[in-house]
T-cell receptor
Framework: AQSVTQLGSHVSVSEGALVLLRCNYS??????LFWYVQYPNQGLQLLLK??????LVKGINGFEAEFKKSETSFHLTKPSAHMSDAAEYFC?????????????FGQGTELSVKP | DTEVTQTPKHLVMGMTNKKSLKCEQH?????MYWYKQKAKKPPELMFV???????INESVPSRFSPECPNSSLLNLHLHALQPEDSALYLC?????????????FGSGTQLSVL
């Protein structure tokens, strides 16, 4: 069965510092992996997705993530944090083929950015 | 238009009330979803519709009744809810029901059951 684990429910960085949000996955088949962001009182917005085309995936707002099969990881990074990056971030993996459309989310990581 | 529109944004209802949540998209997507999200928790899938037919029901109690009247609209009918059903209800859509699809989410309906 597919699952994801996000390490750290809360991460705090200073403005301009590196952002690193950790995600490890478990999947019985080659996974499709996603990072979504949720701003307060909003729905979720896709930051980026991994679909096996390239291991380094670039997304919106300067975020990127690297798929590492040997470590079963898909960590999200951004070189320089901005105040507007403060939000909840969810890593997700697709359900198996017969569960098309089902996303299995991690518990989320709240990112705070200090001025 | 890349929006998923949900109405109402906020809803307060008693346990004996009947209400409906509405979701609309005009992106030509043929897959639509209902998710439930409790505070400080990830979204949990409730239902998936593919080409207006229910394809996934995640063992949701019958007091939640989904309806997909056409490819642009998705409703969630609520009846005899419990206080623990209070949550943010998110609608989403995608081109198709596929494992690598990007989901577009609405802003949600914040439901309080008294």
């Amino acid at each position: 069965a597919q699952s994801v684990t996000q390490l750290g429910s809360h991460v705090s960085v200073s403005e301009g510092a590196l952002v690193l949000l950790r995600c490890n996955y478990s999947s019985s088949v080659p996974p499709y992996l996603f990072w979504y962001v949720q701003y307060p009182n909003q729905g979720l917005q896709l930051l980026l997705k991994y679909t096996s085309a390239a291991t380094l995936v670039k997304g919106i707002n300067g975020f990127e993530a690297e798929f590492k099969k040997s470590e079963t990881s898909f960590h999200l990074t951004k070189p320089s944090a901005h105040m507007s990056d403060a939000a909840e971030y969810f890593c997700a993996v697709s359900g198996s083929y017969n569960q098309g459309g089902k996303l299995i989310f991690g518990q989320g990581t709240e990112l705070s950015v200090k001025p | 238009d890349t929006e998923v529109t949900q109405t109402p944004k906020h809803l307060v209802m008693g346990m004996t009330n009947k209400k409906s949540l509405k979701c609309e998209q005009h992106m030509g997507h043929r897959a639509m979803y209902w998710y439930k999200q409790k505070a400080k928790k990830p979204p949990e899938l409730m239902f998936v519709y593919s080409y207006e037919k229910l394809s996934i029901n995640e063992s949701v109690p019958s007091r939640f009744s989904p309806e997909c009247p056409n490819s642009s609209l998705l409703n969630l009918h609520l009846h005899a809810l419990q206080p623990e059903d209070s949550a943010l209800y998110l609608c989403a859509s995608s081109q198709e029901v596929r494992t690598n699809e990007k989901l577009f989410f609405g802003s949600g309906t914040q439901l309080s059951v008294l």
